[in-house]
């Protein structure tokens, strides 16, 4: 593999990433605090059909993205509603609120747009760009370094930035405050926090905000950067990935970001495979063994490398305040 198509592929890398790591990021927040959230995918999923409908019909990309994040707020507070105020079953609820976002973003796509469930190309203004970053282009013939900065580095949408900014922001957020620390101490013992005279309820829907806030994200960017649109179950079971990503990192958000960096690469090697051959015999490699590729490898690496992973002991469980 050249040097200039291994910078191509780590540049796509970069991209798939985009998603799985902001996804990745919500689902530790939420996690951490003892709310499992099975509806990543529902709340992205949503998002994106806000972010495009919104984007749509005012030519605005900002105003898409903060529809976006609305929508994937209302569904996280539905989530809070049902497993931390009335204290149903966490698992039901995010399975439920993934099967609202499926229907409901397609019936709304028929009814609205009449274009079989997507919506409008977003017109100019509507989607975010690419950005090149100061000094790419002088020092692009520079060997080694200018296709790095040039190529890897530069030519991403603000929201992957934003991505792996979030990284070292929850590492600071979750090791470093007072409300990290306690987000951490009441997904793995609440009565102790509540003991303390701290709201359990309060910290857990405090956590569910920024899961909204962070899958708004990563809907609007399917819908709103990466693509120029929206399309029926777009997300393609993303929000799953970024769980088993999750459950790979074991909860910390150094880890989770390598491990949404690997599920990446698998995607782009993926659709860089599709259409080869293998050496010797000619055979064209069929298309589904190489779209199935990183979801065989997902399954192979949590069976064989995982290890033992141990979530937040208060994980799944309502609390309830003792009298």
Request: hydrophobic share 50%; with cysteine; net charge positive.
């Amino acid at each position: 593999m050249d040097f200039e198509l291994l910078i191509s592929m780590l540049a796509a890398t970069l991209r798939l990433t985009t998603p799985l790591l902001l996804a990745c990021l919500a689902g530790l927040y939420s996690e951490r605090s003892g709310i499992f959230d099975i509806g990543l995918e529902g709340k992205m999923l949503a998002a994106a059909f806000g972010a495009a409908s919104v984007a749509a019909l005012t030519a605005n990309m900002w105003l898409g993205l903060l529809a976006g994040i609305a929508v994937s707020i209302a569904m996280s507070m539905i989530h809070g509603a049902a497993s931390i105020t009335l204290k149903g079953n966490q698992i039901i609820s995010g399975v439920a609120i993934n099967f609202l976002a499926a229907g409901l973003t397609t019936l709304l796509g028929l009814t609205w747009f009449h274009q079989g469930g997507r919506t409008p190309p977003l017109p100019e203004g509507g989607r975010f760009l690419p950005i090149t970053l100061p000094f790419a282009s002088e020092i692009s013939g520079i060997p080694v370094i200018g296709p790095i900065y040039a190529g890897l580095i530069s030519g991403h949408n603000i929201l992957v930035y934003v991505a792996f900014l979030a990284v070292p922001v929850t590492a600071w957020v979750l090791y470093r405050t007072r409300f990290g620390l306690r987000l951490r101490a009441v997904g793995e013992n609440p009565k102790a926090v509540d003991t303390a005279g701290i709201s359990v309820t309060r910290l857990r829907y405090q956590a569910l905000l920024i899961t909204g806030v962070l899958c708004g994200l990563a809907g609007a960017y399917f819908s709103i950067a990466q693509g120029s649109g929206f399309g029926n179950n777009m997300t393609a079971g993303k929000g799953y990935i970024a769980l088993a990503a999750l459950i790979f990192a074991k909860w910390r958000p150094l880890q989770a970001m390598f491990a949404t960096l690997l599920f990446g690469f698998l995607d782009a090697l993926q659709i860089r495979l599709q259409g080869s051959t293998i050496p010797g015999l000619g055979w064209e490699v069929p298309v589904q063994l190489i779209q199935a590729l990183p979801y065989i490898l997902t399954v192979v690496l949590l069976a064989g490398f995982i290890g033992k992973a141990v979530g937040p002991k208060a994980g799944g469980v309502p609390y309830t305040k003792e009298r």
